[in-house]
Structures are given as C-alpha cells and as structure tokens.
C-alpha cells in the first residue's frame, strides 16, 4: 500500500517543537501541505523556512476563538479545504499539588490548554473538512494519564480523561462526513516540554526506564509514526478509537523490570531517581 500524504491539507496546532515538530517532519516528507499553528516566534521563522511556499506557519495563540478563526482563514485563502487535524497542543503547566492546594485560575488554566481549546479548534475546522467530500482524519493528543489516575495532578488528569470523552463523541458526530476521529495517548516522552534529561538523575536514567516494558522513555518520532498511520488510509476503517503509545506502560499496571530482566510489582526502592 502506498503512503502518501501527496495533495492533503493538514494543520498541526503547537507544531514548533516536540512531538508536534516530529509530525509536522513526518506528514511534510509524506507530501502534505502543513500549516502549523504556533505561539512561540522563533519556532514560526523556523517553520516558515522548513516548510517553504507549499506551507503556512501562522502565529496562534489556540485558547482564543479569535486567532484560530484567522488560521482557518489563512487556510481557505490559499488552499479551500482541509484533510487532516492534529490537535496536538496541551501542557502540565507544572501545577503538581493537591486539588485543596490549586486556585481557581490554575484549575481554569488546566481546562483552557488541555481540553477547551479542542471545541474551538475542531468547530472552527470542521466546516473546512467538509468542504472536501471526501472524509477527513482529525487526531488529538492526549496523555496516558487520561486512562489512569495521576496524584497531584488531578486538574490535568481529568481534562485528559475528557479527551476520551470529546474524541469518542466526535467520531459518531462526524462519521456521516467519512471524517474520523482518534486520539493518541502518549507516556512520558523526552521532549522540550518533558525534557527526562533535567527530571531524572543521568546515573538512573536507564534504571527509571525499566518502568516501561520497552526498556526506554517515548521520542517525539514514536509519536509521529501513529499519527502518520491515523492520518493516511492505512487506518480508513478505525475511528473512535485510541492509539497508547506508551511503551507498554498501561498494559503493565504497576508491574516493572528488575536488574535481572524480570518483572515484579513490589517497589525497587534503593534511591530517588528523579
């Protein structure tokens, strides 16, 4: 089966770095047409010279219905349609304490960045995915901790379990349209946002991967490569559904290898790795 993008109009929001970036490098050498909504600057100019004439990198900042009313836009003028959505953007924003401890504007930030965001994008995108007639794929990134309970970070957890939520309902809203909706659920993965270099002692950086089945914490590419699957017709028959790009993570539920390449689910506990 052929892999191509050739002729597809995709829009990638945060796509400035990570595993944003990683996609955006994916479905470009695919041959897509990539606009990226992003909010940093420096990583526009970047964008606008990776992705040349045949692309768009629009300064957008996805909380505000406004400015992605004026990427929707920009998206019409120069191509009048729209294949494929990424909704990539999300952030911890570093809020790790207990819900007593969290401020209303923290909780509100919390909704704002990992779950509002994705009504006024895929609103504001979906008339544009019509326009084709020809179906359409759209992927939201999610996390791993919207299929497990995360302490300390219950804000951030329950807006990641709504994305589930909002991801399913949209699949059957829009399956009349041919246009499919998944979700990708990533586990922790080294990136500019969760960079493992700075979290965890360099000595027990392997040890801490032990955590995950496959031995290693995610790469921007792990995730890149599901969504490329999601995006192509490689999966025209799922929608609805979530792809755990974990390492294994979910499927082990606490279960972790030992120096011996076995696995237990008591704790190894010989010193604080992070």
């Known amino acids: 089966m052929d892999i191509s993008l050739k002729g597809k109009v995709a829009l990638v929001t945060g796509g400035g770095a990570g595993i944003g970036r990683a996609i955006v490098d994916a479905f470009h050498e695919l041959g897509a047409q990539v606009v990226v909504a992003e909010i940093d600057d420096k990583k526009i100019e970047a964008l606008k010279s990776f992705l040349g004439k045949d692309g768009l990198a629009v300064k957008c900042d996805v909380q505000k219905t406004d400015q992605v009313a004026a990427v929707m836009k920009a998206i019409d003028d120069k191509y009048g349609h729209l294949d494929i959505l990424v909704n990539n953007v999300g952030h911890h924003l570093f809020t790790y304490k207990p819900l007593e401890q969290l401020s209303e504007e923290e909780i509100d930030a919390q909704y704002n960045i990992n779950l ?119 999966s025209a028959w799922v929608t609805g559904t979530t792809m755990l790009v974990d390492g294994g993570g979910l499927a082990a539920s606490g279960f972790q290898r030992t120096p011996d390449g076995s696995f237990t689910i008591c704790p190894i506990v010989t010193d604080s790795a992070m």
């Open 116 to 234: 509002r965001h994705l009504f006024i994008v895929t609103k504001a995108a979906t008339p544009l995915m019509r326009r084709t007639g020809k179906g359409g794929s759209i992927i939201n990134i999610s996390s791993i901790e919207g299929f497990r309970g995360c302490t300390y970070n219950v804000a951030y957890t329950a807006c990641k379990h709504a994305v589930t939520g909002f991801t399913r309902a949209m699949a059957l809203e829009l399956s009349a349209d041919q246009i499919r909706v998944n979700l990708i659920a990533p586990e922790t993965t080294d990136t500019e946002q969760v960079p493992v270099g700075l979290m965890v002692k360099p000595q027990y950086k392997d040890v801490a991967a032990r955590s995950l089945p496959l031995g290693r914490y995610g790469k921007p590419s792990d995730h890149a490569g599901a969504a490329v699957y999601l995006a192509t017709d490689l």
